[in-house]
């Protein structure tokens, strides 16, 4: 029997049901039974990831924060200074805003590089103070993400695959937005869900029918055992 290839899954607008908040149970039994490597990619702080590979039952192949925290299953690399983040969401609360997550911000809690910020807050000011602090504020539809330059899902990608002795070349990948790109433009196949943004559905291989979940339930069934 041949096995599956890697899987670099995103979560967010990929792994999400079509119609509400939250995972779709459905993504929990095609993955368990994957006969391959599978990297959960993902903008948010890394115990999120850590906790799906937990819950899901697959070994923890993480990408958290867009790259800022990579976990290889053996070592965790922390790729940018938290510093310039945080300045940017002190100088944006003295502003008089607000990350937008309540006192308790279990968004931020355990973030280690970047802040993200909700969308119903400011965008502009926001990408004002962040280019004073030579930071980025990166879109995915579900935050704000303030973030370094450097990182990106996809150097985590690559060194993932390294670690686990897989060629990225032979992975396919599934996103939905701009964090995705990165993605993208290392692994041998990419498809981007129907939801996605512009940035994803140009970058992608092939941007299916099916939104959330549907599409890359789509995806799984057909690259399965190629
Ligand atoms: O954290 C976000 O804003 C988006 O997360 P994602 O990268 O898993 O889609
Ligand atoms: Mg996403």
């Not at 993208?184 to 140009?202: E, I, L, Q, T, Y």
């Amino acid at each position: 029997m041949t096995a599956d290839p890697p899987l670099v899954l995103d979560v967010d607008g990929t792994l999400t049901r079509p119609d509400a908040w939250g995972i779709d149970p459905r993504i929990f039994d095609p993955i368990r039974e994957w006969d391959g490597p599978i990297v959960i990619a993902t903008g948010k702080a890394f115990p999120y990831p850590i906790a799906l590979c937990h819950f899901a039952g697959i070994p923890e192949l993480v990408v958290a924060e867009n790259g800022g925290v990579v976990y290889t299953g053996d070592d965790v690399f922390v790729t940018a200074d938290r510093a310039a983040a945080r300045a940017v969401a002190e100088a944006y609360r003295d502003a008089g805003y607000s990350l937008g997550w309540g006192d308790e911000d279990t968004v931020n809690r355990w973030r280690e590089t970047e802040v993200a910020v909700s969308r119903d807050q400011p965008l502009e000011p926001l990408r004002e103070i962040a280019a004073d602090h030579g930071l980025e504020v990166v879109d995915t539809g579900y935050a704000y993400h303030v973030k370094d330059t450097t990182p990106n899902k996809g150097d985590g990608v690559v060194r993932i695959a390294e670690h686990v002795g897989f060629d990225p070349g032979d992975a396919v990948a599934v996103g939905d937005s701009v964090n995705d790109v990165s993605t993208f433009s290392v692994v041998g196949r990419s498809f981007a869900v129907a939801n996605a943004d512009d940035d994803a559905k140009d970058a992608a291989d092939e941007v299916l029918e099916d939104a959330h979940a549907d599409g890359t339930l789509a995806v799984l069934e057909r690259v399965r055992g190629s």
